[in-house]
Each structure stands twice: as structure tokens, then as C-alpha cells.
């Protein structure tokens, strides 16, 4: 137990202390920064000068234009305002007119209106130097069915009382039921929009914290082997104490640089700007199940020791850190399949892709928790998915402590399977 205990205190010690991961721990924490405070930073460089002047040639089809100057200048949150020039005789001159607008900065575009007897409604052309002015187009486009909506409700002599209500927007709930129990009940629209952010941001941390951490593990094995130190080691802790000392380590290192993560999202989210800003969107994460953590964490645990012991088999077979990335592929394959199934599996969490992966151990840390976040399991699937991947971990480990134990000596070519399995039989876990 010494031994154990003192191998993974040096493996945290030795982690901790190496310039690459305190400097990527910082990068990503950096970054993290960067991107809960991105809103606030963008908003500084936002220009206060109010809304876009978008220019028009008065005589262009007034009885369209004017409505619409009007109704952009009565919103008070318009991004959009008309400025209008006077008719310069020709289209061609009202064009070199609003051109030259553009070039002393009076204006930033301007739209031309042309009659469309198939519609019954102008065509309008916005223009202006810039590509893809979405902002820009997406007023002048509310803002113009807006007053073709006027205009249809005024030739149908609809009363103030009849415009009124046939303006009045449709207002639709949506609420999530559950059918496995007799309750009956679900998750509103807030809980169902957190629970989703939640278990999107989840599965992010899940794959960084089982597959990067779990790569560490093979990292250091084969490096510790290929500067030959594995040689010494071995004389003095049991291979098998070096392997789950290397893994309880390396957990360790990898809790806490998540801690470190949620530190660091948390100040940074308590900072005024971005308490405002989340005031404003109505979060509660008191809505959230409290179960929801604890799947986190279940899943968080044996997701890792499945690829952490998968890992540490591969490294000690490995005697050279340029081969380690070859020897990993199968190992990085599945746990992509996983981390991508999480990801593109939220907007469709009850297929049947989610549901068969939730019970193939490799997938389940991804595929259930998403399916517990977002939907309704029966709780015999948790059960039956929790069980198996505890059955699949140990199965792993037993085959993984032999694979470690016969391969940490074995430097060379990469053995064989046979050549493995031929000196595996020759120990016993």
C-alpha cells in the first residue's frame, strides 16, 4: 500500500511540475476566460453612434418609403435609419448622388425601389460596399412587411379592433412529460434549455478529462520506458502498483485542472458585466435535477478508468514516444465516436443511434448521460449501462494489468500479439 500511495504522490508531483501542462492549464484557462467574457468584450467595441443611416431618393416610390422611414424611426431599438435625398432628375444621377453620400460617410448603403406588379409590392434592392450586411437586410426586411402588412389590413378595411387582433402573435408553451413513471411530470422550456446547456458543456468536459488525461497516462509509461527509468522502477514497486498508482495519479491531476476550469468560470461569471448579462437570461441552476451532478461524476469516473486502463496497456507495449500516437488510434477512435455520437446526438437524444450507444461501454459515459440530461431512461437502462460498464472495467483492468506487466520490459519492435500473449500467460493478476 506504501508503495501504491508513494507512486501516485510522485505521479502528481511529477505532473504538476512539468512547464508543458502548468503552461497548457494556463492557455486554457485563458481562453476559458476569453470566452465567457467574449459578450462584454465585443459590446466594448461596438460603435455608439446609434443606428446605420441607410440613404433613399425621396421621389422613389414615397408611398412604400415614407411608411418605412416612418416605422424604423418609431423603434426605438432599430438598427436601421432612412435618410432621404432629393430626386436628382435621373436614376443614374440619384445613384452618383447616393454614392458620393456614401463616400463622405454620410451614409453606410442605400436602397432603390422598383415596381413589381406580380407581388403587388416594390422590390427592394439594398446597396453598399460591404458584403453580407445580414444586420442591415434583416431590419429593412422586418421593417418592410411591416408596412406591407399595413398596406393589405388598409385595403381590406379591417377595423383598429380586427388589425389588432389579427396582429396578436400566437403564444405557444412547450413542457416535457414523463411517461416512465406515473407522475407525469417533466421539465419546463427553462429547465429543458439549461438542461441541455448543461449537459452540452458536460460532455466537453468529460472528453477532455477521460480521453486527454487518460493519454497523459500512456505518455508518461512509454516515456518513462524509452529513457529506460522503467528498468529501475520496476526493481522497487510491483508493476502492477505502478500501473493503478500511475491512473489514481493522473485521475487526480485531471480533477484538478477541472476544479481549476470551474474556479475560473465562476470568477469570471461572478465578475458585475457578466452578472448582468446572465440576470438578464433567467438562469437557475437550482432548476437543474440534482441527480444530474452526480451522473456527471459517476460517468466522469468510469469513463476514465475504462480509457485509463486501455491507455496504460498501449503505452507499456510502446518503447517510443514516436510510435505512441499509431499504437493509440483504436483507443482515440472510440473515444471520438463517443465524444461526437454526445455532441451531434443533442437535437435527436431519443434515436436509436443514442439509445444502442448508450449501452456499448466505450459510448455509455457520452450517449446515457446525454439521454439522462435530455430525456426520460427507464431506470433499468441506467442500471443495465452503469452495470456493464463496471463489468467492462474490470474485464479491461484484468487484461490491461498483464498487457502492462509483460510489456513494460519489452523494448524493441512492438510485440506481436502472439508474442503478448505467450508472455502473459507466464503471470498471473
Same mark, same amino acid.
Given at each position: 500500500m506504501n508503495n501504491f500511495m508513494a507512486v501516485v504522490g510522485f505521479t502528481l508531483r511529477n505532473k504538476l511540475r512539468t512547464k508543458s501542462f502548468v503552461v497548457i492549464t494556463i492557455i486554457i484557462a485563458v481562453i476559458l476566460s476569453i470566452g465567457v467574457n467574449? %459578450?462584454?468584450?465585443?459590446?466594448?467595441?461596438?460603435?455608439?453612434?446609434?443606428?446605420?443611416?441607410?440613404?433613399?431618393?425621396?421621389?422613389?416610390? %414615397?408611398?412604400?418609403?415614407?411608411?418605412?422611414?416612418?416605422?424604423?424611426?418609431?423603434?426605438?431599438?432599430?438598427?436601421?435609419?432612412? #435618410?432621404?435625398? %432629393?430626386?436628382?432628375?435621373?436614376?443614374?444621377a440619384n445613384e452618383q448622388a447616393l454614392k458620393q453620400a456614401i463616400k463622405d460617410g454620410k451614409i453606410k448603403g442605400y436602397i432603390v425601389l422598383e415596381e413589381d406588379a406580380a407581388t403587388g409590392f416594390p422590390k427592394v434592392t439594398y446597396k453598399s460596399e460591404n458584403m453580407m450586411e445580414s444586420g442591415i437586410t434583416g431590419a429593412l426586411r422586418t421593417a418592410l412587411q411591416a408596412v406591407k402588412t399595413e398596406n393589405v389590413i388598409k385595403d381590406a378595411g379591417l377595423s383598429d379592433a380586427q388589425k389588432a387582433l389579427l396582429l396578436m402573435p400566437i403564444q405557444i408553451e412547450a413542457a416535457q412529460i414523463s411517461v416512465t413513471d406515473n407522475v407525469g411530470t417533466g421539465k419546463t422550456v427553462e429547465q429543458q434549455g439549461l438542461?441541455?446547456?448543461?449537459?452540452?458543456?458536460?460532455?466537453?468536459?468529460?472528453?477532455?478529462?477521460?480521453? #486527454?488525461?487518460?493519454?497523459?497516462?500512456?505518455?508518461?509509461?512509454?516515456?518513462?520506458?524509452?529513457?529506460?527509468?522503467?528498468?529501475?522502477?520496476?526493481?522497487?514497486?510491483?508493476?502492477?502498483?505502478?500501473?493503478?498508482?500511475?491512473?489514481?495519479?493522473?485521475?487526480?491531476?485531471?480533477?484538478?485542472?477541472?476544479?481549476?476550469?470551474?474556479?475560473?468560470f465562476l470568477v469570471n461569471v461572478s465578475l458585475p458585466h457578466n452578472k448582468a448579462l446572465l440576470a438578464g437570461w433567467n438562469l437557475n441552476f437550482g432548476d437543474l435535477d440534482p441527480m444530474l451532478y452526480v451522473y456527471a461524476l459517476i460517468f466522469y469516473l468510469t469513463g476514465y478508468f475504462l480509457y485509463s486502463t486501455l491507455c496504460a496497456a498501449v503505452g507499456s507495449i510502446v518503447s517510443r514516444t514516436e510510435d505512441l500516437a499509431q499504437a493509440m488510434m483504436p483507443v482515440?477512435?472510440?473515444?471520438?465516436?463517443?465524444?461526437?455520437?454526445?455532441?451531434?446526438?443533442?437535437?435527436?437524444?431519443?434515436?436509436?443511434?443514442?439509445?444502442?450507444?448508450?449501452?456499448?461501454?466505450?459510448?455509455?459515459?457520452?450517449?446515457?448521460?446525454?439521454?439522462?440530461?435530455?430525456?426520460?431512461?427507464?431506470?433499468?437502462?441506467?442500471?443495465?449501462?452503469?452495470?456493464?460498464?463496471?463489468?467492462?472495467?474490470?474485464?479491461?483492468?484484468?487484461?490491461?494489468?498483464?498487457?502492462?506487466?509483460?510489456?513494460?520490459?519489452?523494448?524493441?519492435?512492438? %510485440?506481436?500479439?502472439?508474442?503478448?500473449?505467450?508472455?502473459?500467460?507466464?503471470?498471473?493478476?
Open positions: 467574449l %459578450p462584454y468584450i465585443i459590446s466594448q467595441f461596438k460603435s455608439e453612434e446609434g443606428a446605420t443611416q441607410v440613404g433613399y431618393i425621396a421621389s422613389n416610390i %414615397p408611398e412604400v418609403a415614407e411608411p418605412l422611414k416612418a416605422y424604423l424611426g418609431a423603434n426605438e431599438g432599430s438598427k436601421v435609419q432612412l #435618410v432621404s435625398y %432629393p430626386d436628382a432628375g435621373s436614376q443614374d438542461a441541455m446547456g448543461f449537459v452540452y458543456a458536460m460532455i466537453i468536459v468529460l472528453f477532455m478529462g477521460i480521453f #486527454v488525461t487518460s493519454q497523459m497516462i500512456a505518455t508518461e509509461i512509454t516515456a518513462e520506458k524509452s529513457s529506460r527509468v522503467m528498468e529501475i522502477l520496476v526493481t522497487s514497486v510491483a508493476p502492477l502498483k505502478q500501473m493503478f498508482g500511475k491512473i489514481t495519479g493522473m485521475f487526480l491531476v485531471g480533477l484538478l485542472q477541472i476544479v481549476v476550469y470551474i474556479v475560473v482515440t477512435m472510440l473515444a471520438m465516436v463517443g465524444f461526437y455520437i454526445g455532441i451531434f446526438g443533442m437535437t435527436a437524444a431519443d434515436s436509436t443511434l443514442v439509445k444502442v450507444a448508450s449501452f456499448i461501454p466505450f459510448f455509455s459515459p457520452f450517449a446515457m448521460f446525454l439521454r439522462i440530461g435530455l430525456t426520460e431512461p427507464a431506470w433499468w437502462e441506467i442500471v443495465l449501462t452503469l452495470g456493464l460498464l463496471a463489468v467492462t472495467i474490470f474485464v479491461l483492468g484484468w487484461i490491461s494489468a498483464k498487457i502492462y506487466r509483460t510489456g513494460v520490459l519489452m523494448y524493441g519492435k512492438r %510485440p506481436t500479439f502472439k508474442e503478448l500473449r505467450k508472455a502473459m500467460k507466464a503471470y498471473k493478476v
